[in-house]
């Protein structure tokens, strides 16, 4: 039977009803202020424990830039604010001057050995190079420049067009040319078979009467009769130290590295850093002789590991060092074979005279995990992968999320103790880091803009507070706003004169916020070091959800605090959550910090994204330390302490 509407319960207005309601709330109430006054110490905030992740384990819960904390200079941190120069060949003054008014001190310019002439007296584009050079004195930017030697153009070479002339299948070994007249045996070959690579298939004998020509390797695709192009490098290829091709090609290399030292000297520069070689995932065909002959009849078939002592790229890396050093003391020899192989030489086992080594950590895009171990040869430290996707502005190489984490290296107990002989300062740098907003899914114009500046305040003070000496960031111009470029797109065609405020995009604005707030920085004989206790005032909220058997990651696991002292009397502390999703932004969280260490009582905060003042709560204040309460969201804030 149906029971009529409103004869089940009390009737409305009842004096029980009236009194179960009020005592409903009253336990509402009571759980309510429960909850806003539970607090969550994230205990210990540094914890050494956070690096405890074997090789090759991986971890989705270790947050190894936890595992330590130091304060870092101010002003060490201003001068390895950096950038990748590229830029259109309009308006490189202004470009250069709207990078120095940003805040950048150091800039990556690359000048492949390919720029060197086939005369070795100059550089093909040494107009270019000497005006950009120039202009990086002038505004007080000290370059990094890059040494390579890309396999579309590594070397001094020439470029010419011939005739095929006849039809050659793929996997053949015999061309017929209409003329080998220019050519020069196992130097000259046939370029752009597989991709941008000169010579990549060389002749090593031709037959004048029947126009054949054997190549050193079979074709790896059909050829159709008609024009084809031809390329002769003036140096083979690196071979296995010892050999003559090894002496030459490595003479003819220190030759054009010298040449631009002495170039960038002429420019007025008073000091520089060079980088030798760029990443080993693409272009670097031209560091083995074997990739330019038939897999199975290699040129050399024996060669020890090349990034290990005795290796053609060691000991190309060792003679590069030594005679850079013996005529520019001052200059930094940075080891760029690490760009993408962090690990493959051990820091220690380095070329002597080599100052330092770098980094390409990327890994900003979307990665989707699906609840299962991503690598077969890799598991789980705790035996969990969580179901989440990430888009992390600073990359994933802080985290354990792959073994590979750079804090391997960037921890004091590895980084203050491991350096080549004879070194006794050694440098980490990031030559490359940015974001391409395509890869996390966004397409708006506005919201790319949005995505690199924050890919750059959580690099830039995350990894130059963790360990990391210079970071250029990629890159300084793309046409698209929507690819890695900072500069406005509309660079080519602006007014030399036009000022910063008005072309500004949001990268360049919040960059220069963060710098502005370093300046004055001073160096300093010692540092004070700050100790930051962390306590979350608000619930937690999960990153990825755990399991039966493993808990969540929360927000408060991921906060931030990163330490600066910028001179005698000031501190500065930047401080976030580090979300793992750059597409979504955070309602603010409340965070107590207790600082010992810090000096004065004046304590404000700025955000540096829109430079606007942030509200902080002083809670306590003693000579020994303080405490204030913070509201924190996806990107850094920059509490600044002092006098």
Excluded at 5 to 15: E, Q, V
Excluded at 24 to 35: G, S, V, Y
Aim: proline share 9%; net charge neutral; aromatic share 10%.
């Amino acid at each position: 039977m149906a029971i009529p509407k409103g004869k089940i319960g009390c009737a409305r207005g009842s004096p029980w009803l009236r009194s179960a309601d009020l005592m409903l709330r009253a336990i509402l109430l009571f759980f309510a202020a429960t909850l806003a006054a539970q607090e969550y110490p994230i205990a210990p905030y540094t914890d050494p424990s956070q690096l405890d992740c074997p090789w090759p384990k991986f971890s989705h819960y270790k947050q190894p830039w936890r595992g330590y904390m130091e304060t870092r200079s101010g002003y060490d941190f201003l001068q390895g604010v950096g950038i990748n120069l590229h830029l259109p060949d309009e308006n490189e003054e202004l470009a250069i001057r709207l990078l120095a008014e940003t805040g950048f001190k150091t800039a990556r310019i690359e000048i492949g050995w390919g720029e060197s002439n086939w005369d070795e007296n100059g550089l093909n584009n040494e107009r270019k190079f000497r005006r950009r050079l120039q202009l990086l004195a002038a505004n007080r930017i000290r370059p990094t420049i890059l040494l390579n030697a890309h396999h579309g153009a590594p070397c001094p070479m020439k470029v010419y067009k011939r005739r095929l002339l006849e039809d050659a299948p793929k996997g053949a070994t015999k061309v017929k040319l209409d003329s080998f007249s220019e050519g020069m045996l196992e130097r000259t070959g046939l370029s752009g078979l597989s991709q941008y690579w000169a010579a990549e298939a060389l002749v090593v004998t031709y037959d004048e009467a029947t126009h054949e020509a054997m190549l050193s390797k079979p074709l790896p695709k059909d050829l159709k009769a008609g024009e084809i192009q031809l390329a002769t490098l003036k140096y083979a290829p690196l071979a296995p130290v010892g050999t003559p091709e090894f002496e030459e090609t490595t003479a003819g290399w220190l030759a054009h590295d010298l040449r631009v030292c002495r170039l960038a000297k002429e420019c007025g520069v008073p000091d520089f850093d060079v980088e030798i070689w760029n990443e080993l995932t693409f272009g670097s065909r031209f560091l083995d002789i074997n990739n330019y002959y038939d897999r199975a009849a290699p040129k050399y078939p024996i060669s020890p590991d090349p990034l290990q002592s005795p290796g053609r790229c060691w000991e190309l890396a060792r003679r590069t060092a030594a005679e850079v050093k013996a005529e520019f003391p001052n200059a930094r020899v940075i080891w760029g074979f690490s760009n993408t192989t962090f690990f493959h030489t051990p820091v220690a086992k380095l070329p002597p005279g080599v100052d330092g080594q770098s980094y390409h950590p990327y890994g900003t895009g979307t990665r989707k995990f699906e609840g299962n171990p991503p690598r077969r040869d890799q598991t789980p430290l705790e035996g969990f992968t969580p179901r989440y996707e990430i888009r992390m502005p600073e990359g994933v190489a802080q985290t354990f999320i792959q073994t590979e984490s750079i804090i391997r290296h960037l921890n004091p107990l590895d980084r203050l103790t491991r350096h080549p002989p004879a070194n006794t300062r050694f440098f980490h740098y990031i030559t490359e880091h940015g974001v391409l907003a395509q890869e996390c899914g966004v397409s708006d114009e506005a919201a790319a803009w949005q995505l690199k500046a924050m890919c750059a305040s959580r690099s830039f003070l995350l990894w130059l507070n963790k360990g990391i000496d210079v970071l250029h960031y990629f890159d300084a111009y793309e046409k698209d706003p929507k690819s890695f470029g900072i500069l406005p797109a509309a660079l080519p065609s602006l007014p030399p004169e036009t000022r910063f405020a008005k072309v500004a995009t949001p990268p360049m604005f919040t960059i220069r916020n963060i710098t502005r707030a370093f300046a004055g920085s001073i160096p300093l004989k010692t540092i004070a070091p700050l100790q930051i206790e962390v306590t979350a005032l608000d619930p937690p909220r999960n990153i990825f959800e755990g399991d039966a058997d493993h808990p969540p990651l929360t927000h408060a696991e991921v906060f931030t605090a990163l330490p600066f002292q910028l001179d005698e009397k000031r501190h500065l502390v930047a401080f976030h959550v580090m979300t793992r999703d750059a597409n979504k932004p955070i309602a603010p969280e409340r965070y107590r910090l207790k600082i010992t260490g810090a000096k004065g009582a004046t304590v404000t905060a700025t955000d540096p994204h829109d430079d606007r003042a942030v509200k902080v709560t002083i809670e306590t204040t003693t000579p020994e330390f303080i405490e204030v309460t913070v509201p924190a969201v996806e990107h850094p804030r920059l509490l600044l302490i002092g006098s």
